[in-house]
């Protein structure tokens, strides 16, 4: 199995900036992709980045431009540092890692964006 802790996230005003970190143990060397999906109140979990253990990422369009998704292979950690964030960005984040059984979650950290 694999193991995800969640870190940063918090407050911040319209136009400010957060990073979030998410770090695997366990069975690391068996996963592939990690990323970050976000849910909103009343709606449905959705994407926000991913990246491969290769390093080759992909964005929602909502989110390119502004986030910026990275990983330390070695350390088992990604990172997702969000610049210019708006209030729409305002979510609970989740951080995922996949592994040939299956895909797993952290327990998400809240991202709060104020007008």
């Known amino acids: 199995q694999v193991q995800l802790v969640e870190s940063g996230g918090g407050l911040v005003q319209a136009g400010g900036s957060l990073s979030l970190s998410c770090a695997a143990s366990g069975r690391t060397d068996s996963v592939s992709d990690m990323g970050w999906y976000r849910q909103a109140p009343g709606k449905q979990r959705e994407l926000a980045a991913t990246i491969s253990r290769g390093g080759s990422t992909n964005y929602a369009d909502s989110v390119k431009g502004r986030f910026t998704i990275s990983r330390d292979n070695a350390k088992n950690t990604v990172f997702l540092q969000m610049n210019s964030l708006k209030p729409e960005d305002t979510a609970l984040y989740y951080c995922?890692?996949?592994?040939?059984?299956?895909?797993?979650w952290g327990h998400g950290t809240q991202v709060t964006v104020s007008s």
């Open positions: 995922h890692a996949d592994a040939p059984w299956g895909r797993h």
